[in-house]
């Protein structure tokens, strides 16, 4: 009804206020008649009536007509129709329209405050006739009168929040916001009120702030119970009165945990069995407790607080699933102890003494079994380490190693050596007792130290254990001082007695323990008639010094100084060294200028040594090069035919070339045909020649063929005529194969070579009447002790 009086009272208002007016003096054009009265005119002041600066309208007009808004009416109006209305600005035209007559103002839609609130427009009054302005621009405002058309609207469509559980009444969760596009200035349009339209009795809302709160105590809101809420918030302008419009939103609220629950056992007894034979460290099972609360809030800690197998086992916590790990802390021992009893404790890792006492926690009992397993033997050390002098000898005992079945049975332990760590076979042991004896002489300067494995081995179930003995060699002075190298130096011939011209040093494979003490001293063989001294250091080295003054590089040019090196420890060793000193010529500073052939080869680096082995290679080449020209030289004079089983396969070559099918004189064919050649016979062989000069063959003794070969030979005659009388035959020097090897013959083979028969022996004397082209093969197949036959 309130809203109904102010709307009647806006509208008489404004039916009041619909017109304004405008005085300004008549608006004159500057001409040449009133150029006079110009200044007169500037000093006249003009009487102007002034008009509302706004105009109100009201907003979601619904009528078919133009909405009217109010009447323009200026002083230069006398209504007698020579004056016009023009308006411009914002709508002007389009939203707003003004009678250009009488000055009416209308709206031509319908308008939306919430879109626009107000328009800023000017008027002006022209002159009809000629279009000038009679007086300025007057610029007014149209505002739009606010009704409650719009709902609030929330910020968000759905709001999260959240409040720990247990919280106290009036905890503060979460603030909403709503609003209205309505005029905050008109009215209660935009004046809204909050409410709780779902979520009772758990919690309230602010009505003029939106503020959300808990409505219940700490005893109802209870996670573990019940964590989420939808609430659902109503905002309603007006106040709130009725009438007014609403909007909503959602709020879903969750309770976040407090550390208000201990853990608690599934169960209060757990039982495990594990091998004795579980390594330290290996699980031997998991134990479980439950927490309401969730996260940080349920993390938990377990510890063994009581019973018998409190140093052999240890619990922790797996941070994942918060179960109670139990593990083995010593080794177990079947025949010791087969069962252990534990007290297990949990409690929170983090407690909050706001809702839980310190004393919160859950006990739980464990009882571990231990089985008996079949275990290898156990040796009494985890390694040995075993000394023994180099110069021991053979079947000596250097030490043992022992081992026990720890089972109950108590089975007695073989011993044996992994041969995979004594490939020599070094060292042995007795297998009943353990002790370690050499099987083989040792040196210390090839190997100090022995590492081996011994195995010990369970009779009764072959279990096995191994364990690494360490063997260490102990030096014994066997090994006598040496000359570090091969020393060789020269003395000038211009020296002097007491120069000193070498400096030597010794070397000793042995390692004694306080250290190597070598001597040094002339041997007898030298000490005769000595041109050169040995003088000790005292550290190990010593000096060569000469005697006498002046040596003759002529009389004698190479001394061999003989030097006894012998170290002081027991039993003492020594041996001899030879130093070779070359007389050489020098200079006044003693640089040496020329020596002795021998002398000359050794500075530059080559001993006697090296040029023997010099003379050997080259000895040994030169045979190398002899014997690859004998064999090739025999290989020259291999035989014509290797078996006489293969003549036929042979090929005969002469090495004898011509120059071509040009060439008649070169070789003559003819004498393989005749051997009764003649020199004036000779005819070319690159045509065919006449049948008449073919001379028929010699006679030869041929041997009588048996009835087997007779269709042989006569294809062979018939082939050799054709190929005579045939004129496109190939050149006569050619080879002609005939294979045939006849109808049905039994003949092992078709050479007369190699088959064996009673055939004549054949005579082949007619091949030294040829000439001394074919003395090889009259050689080969002629005279008494050819082996033609077989």
Not at 168 to 174: A, E, F, K, L
Request: proline share 5%; with cysteine; net charge negative.
């Amino acid at each position: 009804m309130r809203t109904w009086i102010i709307l009647l009272l806006w509208a008489c208002a404004h039916q009041s206020v619909n017109a304004v007016t405008l005085s300004r003096g008549p608006v004159r054009r500057k001409t040449k008649e009133t150029e006079g009265r110009q200044d007169k005119d500037l000093l006249r002041r003009s009487k102007r009536g002034w008009m509302w600066r706004q105009f109100f309208l009201q907003e979601e007009y619904t009528g078919t007509e133009h909405q009217y808004i109010g009447k323009l009416h200026s002083d230069m109006d006398r209504g007698d129709g020579t004056v016009m209305y023009v308006l411009a600005g914002e709508g002007a035209g389009t939203i707003f329209v003004i009678d250009s007559n009488s000055g009416d103002l209308h709206a031509t839609r319908s308008l939306d405050r919430e879109e626009k609130p107000f328009y800023t427009l000017r008027a002006q009054v022209v002159n009809k006739k000629n279009g000038l302005p009679l007086e300025p621009e007057t610029e007014f405002t149209v505002k739009l009168h606010d009704i409650n058309d719009n709902e609030p609207k929330f910020d968000k469509e759905v709001y999260t929040a959240s409040v720990p559980e247990r919280s106290h009444i009036g905890t503060y969760v979460t603030q909403v916001t709503a609003h209205d596009a309505d005029d905050e200035m008109f009215g209660y349009s935009a004046k809204l009120a909050y409410s709780i339209s779902q979520g009772h009795p758990y919690f309230s809302v602010e009505p003029n702030t939106g503020i959300i709160r808990t409505a219940l105590g700490p005893s109802d809101m209870d996670r573990e119970q019940r964590e989420h809420y939808q609430v659902v918030i109503e905002a309603k302008d007006m106040a709130g009165q009725r009438g007014g419009l609403t909007g909503t939103t959602t709020v879903n609220i969750s309770l976040t945990d407090v550390n208000d629950n201990p853990p608690r056992f599934t169960q209060s007894i757990y039982q495990f069995s594990v091998p004795e034979i579980t390594k330290v460290g290996s699980l031997v099972g998991r134990i479980r407790a439950v927490d309401a609360d969730v996260g940080r809030n349920a993390e938990m800690d377990y510890t063994v607080v009581n019973g018998d197998g409190l140093d052999v086992f240890d619990i922790s916590t797996d941070r994942n699933t918060q179960e109670g790990i139990l593990s083995l802390k010593k080794p177990l021992d079947y025949e010791k102890k087969k069962s252990y009893m534990l007290q297990i404790q949990v409690q929170n890792t983090h407690p909050d003494t706001q809702f839980l006492s310190m004393d919160a926690k859950d006990i739980a009992n464990i009882r571990v079994s231990v089985e008996d397993v079949d275990e290898p033997p156990q040796f009494e050390k985890i390694n040995y380490i075993l000394e023994v002098k180099e110069d021991a000898a053979v079947g000596t005992v250097i030490g043992s190693v022992s081992a026990v079945d720890p089972d109950i049975l108590r089975s007695p332990v073989k011993y044996s050596i992994d041969r995979h760590t004594d490939v020599d076979r070094i060292f042995g042991v007795y297998a009943g007792n353990g002790s370690i004896f050499l099987q083989r002489p040792l040196d210390r300067e090839e190997f100090a130290w022995h590492n081996i494995s011994v195995i010990a081995t369970d009779r009764s179930s072959f279990g096995m254990n191994l364990v690494p003995v360490y063997i260490r060699v102990l030096d014994v002075n066997d090994n006598p001082p040496m000359l570090a190298s091969f020393y060789e130096t020269f003395v000038c011939e211009n020296a002097k007695a007491g120069q000193k011209i070498q400096t030597i040093s010794a070397v000793d494979p042995d390692d004694p323990v306080g250290g190597h003490r070598f001597l040094f001293s002339l041997a007898p063989e030298s000490s005769v008639r000595a041109n050169f001294s040995v003088r000790d250091n005292g550290d190990n080295t010593a000096g060569i010094f000469t005697r006498r003054t002046g040596f003759g590089r002529m009389h004698k040019s190479t001394h061999l100084v003989a030097v006894v090196i012998s170290d002081g420890h027991i039993p003492m060793q020594s041996s001899t060294g030879t130093l070779t000193i070359r007389v050489c010529t020098c200079d006044r500073d003693g640089n040496m200028e020329m020596c002795n052939a021998e002398a000359l080869s050794s500075t530059t680096g080559l001993s006697t040594g090296a040029l023997v082995a010099i003379l050997l290679c080259i000895l040994i080449l030169l045979l190398i090069v002899v014997l690859f020209a004998a064999l090739k030289r025999q290989k020259k004079k291999e035989p014509l035919i290797i078996s006489k089983e293969d003549v036929r396969d042979n090929v005969v070559s002469y090495n004898d070339e011509g120059g071509g099918e040009e060439d008649t004189q070169a070789f003559d064919i003819g004498a393989l045909r005749h051997p009764e050649v003649m020199e004036e016979s000779k005819l070319r062989r690159d045509i065919l020649p006449p049948e008449s000069l073919y001379p028929p063959p010699p006679l030869r003794r041929t041997m009588v063929p048996s009835r087997g070969n007779a269709d042989v030979r006569d294809f062979i005659n018939q082939r050799v005529q054709e190929n005579d009388g045939n004129p496109t035959a190939p050149p006569y020097d050619s080879l002609a194969t005939y294979a045939y090897e006849g109808n049905g013959s039994v003949a092992e083979s078709l050479s007369s070579l190699g088959s064996v028969s009673s055939e004549g022996e054949q005579d082949y004397n007619y091949l030294s009447e040829w000439g001394p082209r074919f003395r090889k093969l009259a050689d080969m197949y002629g005279g008494e002790d050819s082996d033609w036959d077989s």
